[in-house]
């Protein structure tokens, strides 16, 4: 199969997961269960991120350190979710995720020419907005045991494919990381003229 075969058929694949409507994983979900939790980060905006962050992880990175920037981010979820479970709100953080997924693309746009440190500074900020969207969803003295880890594990499993296709991308031409760039780029300002 041809690349720009493949190419169309990522292009479409974004297109009709845009028009599906679910394009913010932040609302208008339970959050009491595992279940519930391993399907929350199923949402389009969480969704293309954390495979975002698993495939410039695994074109930034060689070997075990692939795994750094998905780490990264599961550990500053975690963390702003704790502190928007104790009271820490910000605004605009819809925004904010959505222009995460712009971001990625970017990063991804130039994955093998954006610097470590400051890549996994960016990581770490999307994953605190998204901690923060998460920690303020749940309500007050639920149990979050369960959601939180179900939405751990799912996020971990986005990751670890998205490691896993930048591994098998890593040495094609620089075309398909411009490609895939600009496909998660146009997924971003979809998904921000939507939040």
Known sequence: MNHASNLLRGAAAVGLALAAGTTSAHTGHGTESLFQGLAHPLGLDHLLAMVAVGVWSAAAFDGARRWIAPLTFLAAMTAAALLAMAGLALPFVEYGIA?????????????????????????????????????????????VAGYALGFLATTAALHAGGVGLGAMLRDRGAWIWRSAGALLGLAGVVLLAQA
Request: charge should be positive.
């Open 99 to 143: 222009l995460s997924v712009a971001m990625f693309g970017a990063m991804l746009a130039f994955a093998k020419r954006v610097p470590a440190a400051p890549g996994l500074a960016l990581v770490a900020s999307a994953a605190a907005l998204h901690g923060v969207a998460h920690g303020a969803e749940l309500p007050a003295g639920a149990s």
